[in-house]
């Protein structure tokens, strides 16, 4: 029998609305821990989405733009304290560090509160001194005290870990590496055609407009450069495709499902990052188990790249220029880099890491059989 145990997940976005790489590790999360517990999962996020299900029950929080301009997300407070008391989880479980979850520090004692850090960002904020003053002090002392009072913080990776205790005097509770299913699909790579594949959402900090750059600087014959992500309705969405439009070696193929995103890596050769920060990357995951090296302009958590052999950590525009160049004509390395990186993958980052979740959850929660 199934381990009877209530989750309430804090999170801005359902993976079946808006899928990034917090949504989609919640949801894999809370995949592996029903196979223990039952699912009685309450889920809270401002998406409008109906969601049909007898596990999950969510809970949506209608937006307020005005207000949020001026107070941020401190304006949903008393909501949020309703929706606690009412549901009465045994764990509180938020990732994506925003003000939407401070009230849980109010309920520590009855509901175990858990912070997952996502990112590097949910750690390295700042004050900023501008005409939205009032919402930026809000946002910036909640962040804080949810931080210093929360009883659980999980980190992605040890550097993350290392930034809480330089910044905040507290060490992670737990580092529990991000997870993925093993490969389904086929893994072929066709030497004829190399693919070089590049997978975000398109934000600032994702740098999209590098990676057409890149295609334009490596005009290979026999080479392909794709590029997947959904384009923001923006002024910048429109500058991107505008860019996308006018090169000559690039392929976009807009968003795309989980399952779509691996096929393409499967058939690919190199995988190419260009943010200008990261957590810790589903997407290197994904490629790694696929046998597809990384290029990273800037990211490699805990230098795992660079350590293991998986791929090429290139720290400047040029060197990924260079490094991009060198994969697609040294075929050798580029298929030992995928190999390295497909046996790393599979040893570090299986759903099996999930497990310490579980073994937090009986420890701290006290859940009997």
């Known amino acids: 029998m199934n381990k009877k145990i209530k989750i309430l997940i804090i999170s801005e976005h359902y993976w079946e609305s808006q899928i990034g ?5 919640i949801k894999y999360i809370l995949d592996y821990l029903g196979e223990t517990y039952s699912k009685i999962y ?14 999950i029950k969510l809970i949506k929080i209608r937006r307020r733009k005005i207000l949020e301009i001026i107070f941020g997300q401190i304006i949903y407070f008393i909501k949020m304290m309703k929706i606690i008391l009412k549901e009465k989880p045994d764990f509180i479980y938020h990732r994506n560090l925003t003000n939407l979850a401070l009230p849980v520090i109010f309920f520590k004692n009855k509901s175990k509160s858990i912070i997952h850090i996502a990112s590097e960002k949910d750690l390295c904020f700042e004050l900023v001194y501008n005409k939205y003053f009032l919402r930026n002090l809000l946002d910036y002392y909640g962040k804080k005290l949810l931080i210093y009072k929360t009883n659980v913080i999980i980190s992605q990776a040890n550097y993350q870990s290392n930034l809480l205790i330089k910044k905040y005097n507290r060490k992670a509770d737990l580092i529990i590496h991000n997870a993925h299913p093993f490969p389904k699909e086929p893994i072929y790579k066709n030497n004829d055609v190399l693919q070089i594949v590049w997978a975000a959402n398109f934000k600032y900090e994702k740098q999209p407009e590098l990676f057409i750059e890149l295609s334009n600087r490596i005009n290979i014959y026999g080479v392909n450069f794709i590029m997947i992500g959904r384009l923001p309705n923006s002024k910048y969405g429109k500058e991107l495709l505008n860019k996308i439009n006018n090169s000559k070696n690039l392929t976009y193929i807009g968003g795309q499902s989980i399952e779509r995103v691996n096929m393409y890596l499967s058939e690919s050769h190199i995988f190419v990052n260009t943010s200008l920060y990261e957590g810790f990357p589903n997407t290197f995951i994904q490629a ?4 597809v090296p990384v290029v990273s302009l800037n990211v490699d958590p805990d230098n795992v790249i660079k350590i293991n052999n998986l791929g090429l950590h290139s720290l400047s525009f040029e ?10 004509f040294d075929k050798a390395l580029r298929k030992k880099m995928g190999d390295d990186a497909q046996k790393y993958a599979f040893q570090n980052y299986s759903l099996n890491n999930f497990e310490k979740i579980k073994s937090l959850i009986d420890r701290e929660g006290n859940i009997d059989n």
């Open 21 to 25: 790489g917090a949504e989609l590790q």
């Open 42 to 55: 309450t889920y809270i996020t401002e998406n409008n989405k109906k969601i049909y299900s007898d596990e």
């Open 288 to 291: 790694w188990m696929r046998k």
């Open 319 to 328: 060197n990924m220029v260079n490094d991009v160049k060198k994969l697609i």
